[in-house]
């Protein structure tokens, strides 16, 4: 009971959202589309409201409109429409075209809220905390604005501040997000297919990790670590002291803006090797290190007068795991090679469902695929294209991947714009082959191989300590009639005396089988090591151990055998 009255609180607290989210709606066409009659009789919208839409509206294209409304509904529908425009599995391209162009050119709100946000988050007055600080902020955005300033010790640098009150707005779009994808996946069929209060869930997940800036401070400090030994990189430093979940200080950089040609012909730098530059960077990030900045727009990034490339905002940023890195490497190469096979392995290694249903179609339509995209120079091939029409065909086939590979892709597409911008000719896929081949080959290594033996190894003797004694439990359990069997066929009068017989028979197997491959993964680590005494040059004690173990396995195999096989 306390529930219900706290949930009706809750969604009268609301309402005026409501109104105003609907309002929106109603305005850009998506009444019928939404099918929201419940709601509108519910928060009082006569029909004729329904139909009420500026001049025009109604002429452009369903994708327009979308973008527009999003632009309109504020800061967290912005974010979402962002959001969604990576998740190419969920939208088509003329969405992703349109959502695409969402911005966050928004008004800057008083110097007076910025210096109480200061004082309240940092716990101390802006004048005792820096030297100089400018009013007129330096770029405004839906969640927050940035201002120079200088510390102290006249360290120059930019003070990033969280809009007042964005928080509660934020979490009140999502709490009526969550209501509305709630509310469709119950009521409309053709949307309840994407599963609309999951993806809901995952972007709030997103949302609320960007409005903590001690997320963005961290993301940026392990970004920095990885390119520490490089000098064509330059990430701000953050200023922990100056720093909170709502007020960030970093270093203030300047430079170009990256993809501004006049500007850096004007001062003398060169646009083909900032675009190499920009395509080795998203490879180093994506593959060498898993951990990538996932919104590398001009925006977001500057060129300096050394040519190396300032790199801001780690609000939100892609992880991958080793394993994911090395199916994308085998992707991105089976793409270079034409090799449809490959590239069919490699995108359902990197599917949440493994597998699909028909496999011969499934590689038929990888090899027309191909054939339409890949059939021209390497050269000419646009991998952000190919890489979002390749997330069309999956779409098709009922497969999804993981939210942080819509990330890569996003990263991948902006920065291959931005290179094709700067360099007509770059060679996207070329520059990134000898990064994903890498990878390949490290799957392979000795020393990879050895360290997965010697794993192998650890959990076989792990096993093997542990066996003996639940073997001796299970058995004394059965002899004792203290485990219950449940069986469909009735005990032959003998009693479970040939039941016992088999059991011994198939523990003796699989103890001997352990045995075996234990001494011959510890043999071959021994041989591997050229441990002395040596016969040849190989190890006595490993080639012995080896040979025991070969004894073993053929000795089960005959066994096996003898006894009708399999």
């Known amino acids: 009971m306390f529930q219900q009255v706290r949930s009706a609180v809750i969604f009268a607290s609301h309402l005026p959202r409501y109104r105003e989210i609907l309002s929106i709606l109603f305005k850009y066409g998506f009444a019928d589309v939404l099918k929201l009659v419940a709601l509108q009789h519910l928060l009082g919208f006569e029909d004729a409201t329904m139909t009420k839409h500026e001049k025009g509206i109604l002429s452009k294209p369903l994708p327009e409109r979308l973008r527009l409304a999003l632009e309109e509904l504020g800061p967290t529908f912005i974010k979402f429409g962002q959001i969604v425009s990576s998740r190419r599995d969920l939208i088509n391209n003329a969405y992703y075209e349109e959502l695409c162009l969402l911005q966050e050119q928004v008004p800057a709100f008083s110097f007076n809220e910025v210096v109480s946000t200061i004082q309240e988050a940092l716990g101390a007055p802006i004048k005792t905390l820096f030297a100089s600080f400018e009013e007129v902020p330096h770029g405004c955005a839906s969640i927050a604005q940035v201002h120079e300033a200088r510390l102290v010790d006249g360290t120059r640098v930019a003070v990033k501040v969280q809009r007042p009150r964005i928080t509660q707005v934020i979490q009140q779009d999502l709490a009526i997000l969550a209501d509305l994808a709630a509310f469709l996946e119950n009521h409309v069929p053709d949307i309840r297919g994407l599963n609309p209060q999951k993806v809901i869930e995952e972007f709030s997940v997103t949302l609320l990790k960007e409005l903590d800036f001690t997320n963005e401070a961290a993301n940026a400090e392990r970004f920095a670590k990885q390119f520490e030994e490089e000098n064509f990189i330059v990430v701000p430093a953050i200023y922990r002291k100056f720093s909170s979940n709502k007020v960030l200080t970093m270093d203030f950089i300047e430079g170009l803006r990256v993809n501004d040609l006049k500007a850096i012909k004007q001062h003398h730098l060169s646009a083909k090797d900032t675009a190499e530059q920009l395509t080795k960077l998203i490879y180093q990030q994506i593959f060498t290190y898993g951990f990538f900045h996932a919104d590398p727009h001009p925006g977001n990034m500057v060129l300096l007068p050394s040519g190396a490339i300032g790199l801001y905002d780690y609000g939100m940023m892609g992880t991958f795991s080793m394993q994911f890195r090395q199916s994308i490497a085998m992707l991105i190469t089976g793409l270079a090679k034409k090799n449809h096979r490959q590239v069919m392995h490699a995108l359902l290694e990197m599917s ?164 075996a491959a234990s001494l011959l993964i510890a043999s071959s680590i021994l041989i591997h090591s050229r441990l002395p005494p040596k016969i040849g040059d190989i190890p006595l004690f490993g080639l012995i151990g080896f040979l025991i173990g070969f004894f073993m396995c053929l000795r089960l195999a005959f066994s096996i055998w003898k006894h009708g096989g399999l």
């Open 352 to 515: 949440e469902e493994g597998d699909v249903e028909d496999s011969a179609n499934f590689l038929a339509e990888v090899e027309e695929f191909s054939q339409q995209n890949l059939a021209g120079a390497l050269a000419d091939i646009r991998l952000g294209k190919v890489l979002n029409q390749l997330i069309e065909m999956l779409r098709k086939n009922h497969l999804r991947m993981k939210g942080s590979f819509y990330l890569g892709i996003k990263a991948l597409t902006q920065v291959e714009a931005i290179g094709r911008e700067l360099d007509s000719k770059l060679n996207f896929i070329m520059i990134g082959k000898p990064y994903a081949m890498e990878l390949m080959t490290e799957r392979y290594q000795p020393k990879r191989m050895l360290i997965i033996l010697a794993r192998l190894f650890t959990e076989s003797i792990d096993l093997l300590e542990e066996l003996p004694h639940d073997v001796r439990l299970f058995y004394s359990r059965l002899k004792r009639g203290q485990l219950q069997i449940p069986l469909e066929h009735r005990i032959a009068p003998e009693g479970i005396e040939p039941l016992r017989q088999t059991l011994d028979s198939v523990f003796n197997r699989l103890v001997n089988a352990l045995l």
